[in-house]
């Protein structure tokens, strides 16, 4: 079992930056991708962006150019720097990694863009 928490969340004013974190129980040297999705109130988990166990990334259309995934593996430690924030960007923001057929989890952190 693998467990991913999530940290960072806050409230912030549109405009403003965030950092999330997302520690695993475990290496993430090897895991072959590692993801951050958000999910609004009243809407559907979306998927915001995707690191790869080689650095390669993926961004979401609606969070290209202000987002930035990274991974720190001597930290087994995911990160979303998150910039310009808009009021739309509030979710509560959860990290994602697939070994093989296991598809895990973190609880989830909330982001809070005010206008």
């Known amino acids: 079992q693998v467990q991913l928490v999530e940290s960072g969340g806050g409230l912030v004013q549109a405009g403003g930056s965030l950092r999330l974190s997302c520690a695993a129980s475990r290496t993430i040297v090897s895991v072959l991708f590692m993801g951050w999705y958000r999910q609004a109130p009243g809407k559907q988990r979306e998927f915001v962006a995707a690191i790869t166990s080689g650095f390669s990334t993926n961004y979401a259309n609606s969070v290209k150019g202000r987002a930035t995934i990274s991974k720190d593996n001597a930290k087994n430690t995911m990160y979303l720097q998150m910039n310009s924030l808009k009021p739309e960007d509030t979710a509560v923001y959860y990290c994602?990694?697939?070994?093989?057929?296991?598809?895990?989890w973190g609880q989830g952190t909330q982001v809070t863009v005010s206008s």
């Open positions: 994602n990694m697939l070994m093989g057929r296991a598809d895990y």
